[in-house]
């Protein structure tokens, strides 16, 4: 078995060294990770300037790009060979809900599953690395497990996976769930530098507005590993027919294809 791991918090953090020395022993790995923190990068490719691989005294080789760089560049040309699985994290903090389209921990997994390979992407649900030898014990176990029932090397899979911050023995067993969503982020953050210019920050994600019982935030609340498949496809299949005939009916004459 072999794995390629990557992550977006930099191929010096806490999460990424954790998940390399619970891995390494289940299977041939290798790291292509970012130089620098890249999180909320998502499937950014950087296509205007070149990109570098260095070696890190550890073995794990850095990118100065983004996290699907990384993941890009290993499967086409650096590693030599296809992994058998893209594993990226574990993150610092959690990706539940709305967080996965922004996410350069889910992104560096969805490049993988692009390429035809089972991805999975873990986050600790708090920021701080508490108990991550406890997170890379459950992200270990879960590999272990899809091994041994063969699901590894099947058709393509990506998996979402956010796990507490807790000691193993209070971590619940894994609950698949759907992603729930966040109510709008704060506001915008503004001031003003030494030469006058005005500066912006994001604002912080929004509490969670959907965290009904099935969803990644109730689960987690409940001390579970949650689970959630993903899937890459954003067409609205639904009203896809319902588009159609909008188009028809304003001049064009466009339509629905099967349901």
Avoid at 89 to 114: C, K, Q
Avoid at 150 to 165: C, F, H, K, M, T
Avoid at 167 to 172: G, K, L
């Amino acid at each position: 078995m072999k794995i390629l791991i990557s992550n977006d918090d930099g191929y010096q953090a806490s999460g990424i060294v954790a998940l390399h020395d619970a891995l390494k022993d289940i299977a041939d790995v290798e790291v292509v990770a970012p130089e620098q923190n890249n999180s909320a990068k998502s499937n950014a490719l950087t296509l205007h300037s070149p990109l570098t691989v260095s070696t890190a005294a550890n073995g794990f080789r850095y990118v100065n790009g983004t996290p699907a760089d990384c993941v890009h560049i290993a499967l086409t040309g650096l590693l030599g060979y296809r992994p058998d699985l893209v594993v990226s994290g574990i993150n610092n903090g959690a990706n539940m809900g709305d967080d996965t389209i922004y996410s350069g921990t889910v992104g560096a997994a969805m490049e993988g599953y692009l390429f035809g390979i089972p991805a999975i992407a873990f986050s600790q649900i708090e920021k701080g690395w508490a108990h991550i030898d406890a997170a890379a014990a459950k992200a270990r176990e879960l590999v272990q497990q899809l091994m041994a029932h063969r699901i590894v090397g099947a058709a393509p899979w990506l998996l979402n996976v956010n796990i507490p911050n807790l000691p193993v023995e209070q971590i619940r067993p894994v609950k698949v769930c759907r992603l729930g969503r966040r109510h709008a982020a704060e506001s915008v953050i503004t001031q003003v530098s030494p030469r006058g210019d005005t500066l912006y920050w994001i604002g912080a994600a929004g509490p969670a507005m959907d965290d009904a019982e099935g969803t990644d935030f109730h689960a987690t609340e409940h001390g579970h590993v949650v689970m959630t498949p993903l899937k890459v496809d954003l067409t609205d299949h639904e009203n896809l027919r319902y588009w159609a005939q909008t188009a028809a009916h304003i001049g064009g004459t466009a339509k629905a294809g099967p349901p």
